[in-house]
């Protein structure tokens, strides 16, 4: 059956070396040329109907990567009920990335980072905002563009430090009388979130 | 083939990345002062009812409520 594996690739690479030249690219490019093949036997059927629309002729074509780095980073931080930023020019954004706190300035490499419960703060001149996230992810684009999607993100003053102190002491007693994974894993992440809140309200 | 990456300790502990996600979100929502978070609880709540449906037909639906009473 392996003997057969390398015949198959060379024949899977030809056949898409073949296509290449019909072959779609990234939305960078854009989407506006329409398959006239199609559209000329479409026409044949129902010559009264219009051909239908693909969802690429209703999308904008992605922003193409400028050469130079600009100035700003472009935030748009949006919960599953408001938009909290929109494209909104900022100088950095901090974010709490499970690899640790990332700073983002323009010019950033495209990445798409996991968010862990911490302290989300967007620098804008002397402005710092911060936000405690409870996780989320952000996308960062080549066009300095940064898309930061949270589930809540509240900011700091709106957090009441006794019922943190409180939910602390609660999920670490529970951690410790907890004997199915599922009761350890969920009062692992009761401790850290409010380590998280705690260490965002005393830090 | 053994797993390469390091799994997350709720992935480990059989939790999906939406419910490890929404756990954190009621814990944060759980520690707001007071008029945030009435209306961050009020904001999620849901009201939903389900039926199964058996032979073609549905079946007594159950309701889903945080609003009581309703």
Redesign the interface.
């Known amino acids: 059956m392996l003997r057969q594996a390398s015949r198959l690739l060379s024949r899977s690479v030809a056949a898409g070396s073949s296509k290449s030249a019909t072959a779609r690219g990234f939305s960078t490019e854009v989407p506006s040329t329409i398959d006239s093949t199609f559209v000329e036997s479409w026409k044949k059927v129902a010559p009264n109907m219009d051909p239908p629309q693909t969802p690429s002729s209703f999308m904008k074509p992605r922003p193409s990567t400028a050469s130079s780095i600009p100035t700003k980073l472009t935030v748009n931080f949006v919960l599953p009920?408001a938009s909290e930023l929109s494209g909104k020019e900022v100088d950095m954004v901090i974010i709490p990335a499970t690899t640790g706190q990332m700073g983002v300035l323009p010019g950033h490499v495209p990445t798409i980072a996991e968010l862990k419960?911490g302290i989300m703060s967007v620098h804008e001149g002397t402005d710092v905002n911060k936000y405690?996230v409870?996780?989320?992810f952000a996308f960062l684009h080549a066009n300095s563009v940064a898309d930061i999607i949270a589930?809540?993100a509240?900011p700091l003053?709106?957090?009441?430090p006794s019922?943190?102190q409180k939910?602390l002491a609660e999920f670490t007693q529970k951690l410790a009388a907890a004997s199915t994974?599922?009761e350890?894993?969920?009062a692992?992440?009761?401790v850290e979130?409010?380590s998280a809140?705690n260490a965002a309200l005393t830090g | 083939m053994a797993s390469s990456a390091a799994v997350p300790f709720w992935r480990a502990a059989g939790m999906t990345y939406i419910t490890y996600s929404n756990i954190c979100a009621n814990l944060v929502r759980n520690c707001l002062k007071e008029p945030f978070k009435a209306e961050a609880l009020s904001r999620e709540k849901v009201h939903f009812s389900i039926s199964k449906w058996a032979d073609g037909k549905p079946e007594k639906p159950i309701l889903r409520s945080d609003t009581p009473g309703v």
């Not at chain 1, 003053?157 to 009441?160: K, L, R």
Request: hydrophobic share 35%; proline share 4%.
């Open positions: 009920y419960p405690f409870s996780s989320g589930v809540e509240v003053e709106n957090i009441d019922q943190v939910g994974d599922l350890k894993a969920e692992q992440i009761g979130v409010h809140m």
